[in-house]
């Protein structure tokens, strides 16, 4: 039997044909996908390195989620502090030495004001943000 070398040809080219859609169908997928593989083994080489980047924005993450926790604390200090400052300012200001009319339960307007501010003041400073009382301390938990 004798092989021409027109059928070679012909075996030669389907397969390159074949190989040059595979190649094709997988460059498709790697366009849409945004993935050079599905798999850590399709990637060859490159998998170390793939899941070494991997753990590194894991790790860059966690040092964000950190980051977020503690300006949402400071902010919320900032703000409390704020508040006290203010509610002290403003009792200083209410305060008129020379009123001496009892109002409610024999206290003065004074007297009444500067235990509703002290109240909102133990109020700010139990100020929970989180599961985590900001003026804890060490004990953030109470």
Known sequence: ?????????????????????????????????GKVSDTY???GSGRALALAMQAKIAGMQGY???????NLRVNMLSTSLTR?????SEQRSDTDPNDNTLIVNGQTRAQVDARARFEEALSVLGTDVVGSYIFGGRSTDK
Do not use: P
């Open 84 to 88: 006290l400052n203010t509610m002290a």
């Open 64 to 70: 964000q989620q950190s980051i977020d926790s503690v």
């Open 41 to 43: 083994g399709g990637l």
């Open 1 to 33: 039997m004798r092989i021409t070398t027109t059928a070679l040809r012909s075996t030669v080219l389907d397969r390159a044909m074949t190989d040059l859609r595979s190649t094709y169908d997988d460059l498709t997928r790697q366009l849409s996908s």
